[in-house]
């Protein structure tokens, strides 16, 4: 049972625009909300991560934004480049049950020049 | 490179052999997590140590399944009787209580 839904599952953007990606949970004990970047043939990088207690989080191009009564949360990414091709996975976590983390299917974001 | 190793990146091996696979954690870390990724998936957890304590174990890592973490350091996975579809990215990720965890970049494995 997929905990976290991700959409859309792949995603084209042209160089400088804004790439949107969604996610939504339901389990109310998730505490822990990061994004991964992964490029093929490596594993997850960690981009920016949440914890419920704030409704946003920027850092550089990329911003969370959550919204806990929803269940919600999504990761923009500002003047998109051709570098940022790669799968974006976001994922949730409880933080007193070890931090496992429960990933979404991953979106493909194609950056055009 | 002080960041997570894993050996080897590529193992194919015939239907039913058994594989190990091993994970080097960043030395400080004393959380070790094990995932799989299948092709066009996220990752999917299948156990977490804390130091050499295995706290949590999926349903998805079954009885072919066995990984240790012998002292605290090093990790091992291993397959027994190994099936096709335990083709996948295995993934080992470490991390200090309560910060991120860092992902090595995995070891794909192939069962013809």
């Known amino acids: 049972q997929q905990q976290v839904k991700q959409s859309p599952q792949s995603l084209i953007v042209q160089k400088g625009g804004i790439s949107i990606i969604n996610c939504a949970y339901e389990?109310?004990?998730?505490?822990?909300f990061p994004w991964y970047q992964q490029f093929p043939g490596k594993g997850p990088a960690l981009l920016i991560a949440?914890?419920?207690?704030?409704s946003e989080k920027k850092e550089g191009r990329f911003t969370i934004s959550f919204n806990k009564s929803a269940k919600q949360f999504s990761l923009h990414i500002m003047d998109s480049q051709p570098g940022d091709s790669a799968t974006y996975f976001c994922?949730?976590?409880?933080?007193?049950?070890?931090?496992?983390?429960?990933f979404g299917k991953g979106t493909s974001l194609l950056v055009t020049p | 490179d002080t960041g997570v190793s894993q050996d080897p990146r590529h193992k194919i091996t015939k239907r039913g052999q058994n594989v190990t696979f091993r994970c080097d954690p960043i030395?400080?870390?004393?959380?070790l997590y094990w995932y799989r990724q299948t092709l066009g998936q996220g990752p999917e957890f299948l156990t977490y140590?804390?130091?050499?304590?295995?706290?949590?174990k999926s349903r998805l890592l079954s009885d072919r399944f066995s990984a240790e973490r012998p002292k605290g350091s090093f990790s091992t996975l291993e397959i027994q009787r190994t099936e096709q579809g335990d083709s996948a990215m295995y993934l080992c990720?470490?991390?200090?209580?309560?910060?991120?965890?860092?992902f090595g970049q995995g070891t794909r494995l192939t069962v013809v």
């Open positions: 990720a470490s991390s200090l209580a309560r910060t991120e965890a860092f």
């Open positions: 030395s400080e870390h004393n959380r």
């Open positions: 994922a949730a976590s409880i933080s007193n049950s070890g931090y496992a983390l429960n």
């Open positions: 389990n109310t004990a998730f505490d822990y």
């Open positions: 140590f804390q130091n050499e304590a295995q706290l949590e």
């Open positions: 949440i914890r419920p207690d704030v």
